[in-house]
């Protein structure tokens, strides 16, 4: 299959919370599991902050990307692509979708439940969605970090599946996803 077959791309919009997510969940990652590690405790509230901020950043990105969803037109299916192959990788999406909402959802609820205050990047305070609640702030932080590593293997499925259309099927899955 030549890679300028079937090659609309994806819309600007779509391309832009695509690649926007990647270095959001980069960045996410790293922070979250480099910060309780801090050990100059003004640092780390900052950084503690940060993550925070750019997690609900994240929730209203995801709740905006769904809202796309429904009014926007994804490109047409890449006809040589098996439909084994599509059901899983429209699987996978769906997946990827739901964690991308359960991470900054958790943080939430642990943020709230440990009675938290919430702040976006010190413009203005976000309400508590739960009282406080050291139970469920244990099982929401549970939650947050065994999620992450599900939303992980998932984003290496993703990615893997992407380079193995570009490479060894060198059909335009990736390229029509590419700025
Ligand atoms: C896409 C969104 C998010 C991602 C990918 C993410 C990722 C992570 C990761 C990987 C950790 C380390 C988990 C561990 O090893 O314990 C973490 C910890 C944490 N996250 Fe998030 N997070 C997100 C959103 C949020 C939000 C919205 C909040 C709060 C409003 C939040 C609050 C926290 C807190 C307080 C911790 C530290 C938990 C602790 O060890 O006490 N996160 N996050």
Same mark, same amino acid.
């Given at each position: 299959m030549n890679t300028t077959q079937y090659s609309e791309s994806w819309n600007g919009v779509t391309k832009f919370i695509h690649w926007t997510f990647v270095l959001i969940i980069l960045t996410m990652a790293i922070v979250g599991l480099t910060m +309780? &590690? !801090? +050990?100059s405790p003004g640092t780390k509230i900052a950084v503690i902050a940060f993550h925070k901020s750019l997690g609900i950043t994240a929730l209203a990105l995801a709740a905006f990307r769904l809202v796309w969803r429904l009014i926007s037109k994804d490109p047409p @299916? !890449?006809?040589? !692509?098996p439909t084994w192959q599509h059901l899983i990788a429209k699987i996978t999406h769906a997946l990827i979708y739901v964690f991308l909402f359960i991470m900054p959802i958790s943080g939430w609820v642990m943020n709230s439940a440990k009675g938290y205050p919430l702040q976006w990047f010190k413009l203005f305070n976000i309400p508590a !969605?739960?009282? @406080?609640?050291p139970h469920l702030a244990d099982v929401a932080h549970e939650i947050h970090e065994s999620a992450f590593w599900v939303l992980t293997a998932l984003i290496v499925m993703h990615v893997g599946a992407a380079f193995y259309h570009h490479i060894f099927?060198? &059909?335009?899955t990736l390229k029509r996803m590419l700025p």
């Open positions: +309780e &590690d !801090i +050990e @299916k !890449i006809p040589s !692509i !969605i739960t009282a @406080k609640n099927q060198r &059909d335009a």
